[in-house]
């Protein structure tokens, strides 16, 4: 049996596809040369694969030369380009029964992520995790979309007068911040999350604010819709480089076994179960990760040996000459004097 494409509505990223129009009258033959079909874009019910969404990304971030498109994407969400979810979030009684559906049918909206609600007794955490294999790129304009398309949303049904709530993106700041900080009530942090993802703090006083427009008969109804339309939730086919994904998208390479089960709310042994079909181990992966991102940074030479051995988390300078040594077989000062040799 051949691996599961996944998919993803295109309505979401039909603005993409706009500000390429803007651009170039060429774009219908940029599209088609990289593999995607205008069409999709312009389907209320057409769907990508992430590969044709990479490949989007790609060349409207070429020709327009713009590193926000997962911001602008996010911006331009409103709550019925949800379809019937997106009118069952309208009636809803409380911030927090919007939640819980977007929980129930988050695979309708962004398949390819995880979205999780831990309710405390002041705050509540909502948490965005990818679990599909994408671009390091790819991985940043989610984060970006995923954020910045939940304030614009919060503020449709919470309205402008609230005390706001805090966004953490796994990824470090871009250099669009500024207009980040223009987006008040929300306070977004940006390299603060260990594990790729979203985590949004929300008080409790705001998840029980109640909403205006609570209607149940129009939420039940819109469930039974959304009932029928939901496929399969996504499935990750290539564990080990999903799991690769994770730990490069992690700075320092920190990240644990046990922060990917939580970030996908399955045990250590599930994941350790998958990988082992694919004859791989965490520990195996995790050094493979570490001493690209070594090799990366001794090419870079902004870092030397004992600083580079730090930022990777050894305790010393000759565990990671060690370390090194069996991954390239050469030590961190051979690697960086054959790669001056052949410059």
Known sequence: MGKLVQRVPSRYYAVLGQLLRAQTAECERLLANAGIDARALDDPDG???????????????????RADLGFEVGRLVRLNSHGPLGYALLSSRTM???????????????????????????????????????????LQFFLEALAMSFHVQAQMILGPDNEGYDVYLSMESPPHLNRYLGSAP???????????????????????????????????????????????????NEWGEFIAMMLRASENLQVTLEDVARSLNVTPRTVNRYLSKESLSFRDISQRVRFERACDLLDA???????????????????????????????????????????
Request: aromatic fraction near 8%; include cysteine.
């Open 96 to 138: 927090d029964q919007v939640v819980r559906l977007c929980v129930r049918y988050y695979h309708l909206i962004v398949p390819i992520f995880k979205m999780r609600y831990e309710r405390h007794a002041r705050f509540a955490e909502i948490t965005f995790a990818p679990c599909a294999v994408m671009h390091q790129r790819t």
């Open 47 to 65: 769907t990508l694969t992430i590969t044709e969404l990479e490949a989007l990304v790609d060349v409207v971030s070429r020709m327009t030369g």
């Open 301 to 343: 030479g902004e870092l030397n040996v004992s600083q580079i051995a730090s930022r990777l988390g050894f305790s010393d300078v000759a565990n990671f000459s060690r370390g090194f040594r069996r991954y390239k077989g050469i030590s961190p000062t051979g690697y960086l004097d054959s790669r001056a040799a052949s410059r």
């Open 186 to 236: 929300a306070r977004f942090h940006f390299g603060e999350r260990r594990v790729a993802g979203v985590t949004v703090k929300i008080a409790a006083s705001l998840l029980d604010k109640p909403l205006p427009m609570a209607d149940e008969s129009v939420v039940r109804r819109t469930e039974a819709q959304c009932d029928t339309l939901s496929p399969k939730a996504t499935q990750i």
